[in-house]
Structures are given as structure tokens and as C-alpha cells.
């Protein structure tokens, strides 16, 4: 499977960003869909994931009540909605695919990724 990730960019502290992942080639075997970041000198860590053919969602405690998940299975598309940002978002956001397992928030276990776009909170 091949995940393209879009919708980065600059906002500022308090404002709002849309990222968009849609995957292409075979996806039939998505199992969960998550994302991810990776901010300058730090280990990449979890922010959100959903089963792609469940209803279940699961957020980092840091980002919980401000990003929402979801997903459109035509599209074959996630999407991250991010709101009340803050500087400390400021990173490389990653999507990516699971393929079985239910340790979703474990980077490691994903097995495919995108690209990456970049997502900076000005204060």
C-alpha cells in the first residue's frame, strides 16, 4: 500500500489544520489506520488511530478533546482535524498502516508509511 499524506502547514497558536492520508495499491488488508509525529530531536510518537472497518478511536492523552480521526472507506482516505493548536504540535506528521495487531499507539508495528508533512504552530 502506498499513503499519501497532505495538509500541512503554518497556523498559529489557537487555529486550526486538516491533514488529509489516502492510500493507494492494496488496501484490502488495512486493518488500523493511525497517525503520528516526530518533532526535531525526538522519537516519534502516537497521536490518533481507528480500526478502518470498526467505529473505534483512540487519541495521545496530549492531543485528546482537540484532534479528531476519521475516515471516508471510498476514498480508501483518514483524515486528522486539528484544532486549538499549540506550539508544542509543531512537527513532521506521519500516517500510516496496520496491517494486524492491536498494539496501535507502538510505531513499530505499522507497516507502511507516508511521507510526512510538516505542521508548525506559531505562538
Known amino acids: 500500500v502506498q499513503l499519501q499524506a497532505s495538509g500541512g502547514g503554518l497556523a498559529q497558536a489557537g487555529g486550526s489544520l486538516r491533514l488529509s492520508c489516502v492510500a493507494s495499491?492494496?488496501?484490502?488488508?488495512?486493518?488500523?489506520r493511525g497517525w503520528f509525529r516526530q518533532a526535531p530531536g525526538k522519537e516519534r510518537e502516537f497521536v490518533a488511530a481507528?480500526?478502518?472497518?470498526?467505529?473505534?478511536?483512540y487519541y495521545a492523552d496530549s492531543v485528546k478533546g482537540r484532534f479528531t480521526i476519521s475516515r471516508d472507506n471510498a476514498k480508501n482516505a483518514v483524515y486528522l482535524e486539528m484544532n486549538s493548536l499549540k506550539p508544542e504540535d509543531t512537527a513532521v506528521y506521519y500516517c500510516a498502516v496496520k496491517y494486524g495487531g492491536r498494539r496501535y499507539s507502538d510505531p513499530a508495528g505499522y507497516d507502511a508509511w507516508g511521507q510526512g508533512t510538516q505542521v508548525t504552530v506559531s505562538s
Open positions: 481507528l480500526y478502518w472497518s470498526g467505529i473505534s478511536t
Open positions: 495499491g492494496e488496501t484490502i488488508s488495512m486493518y488500523i
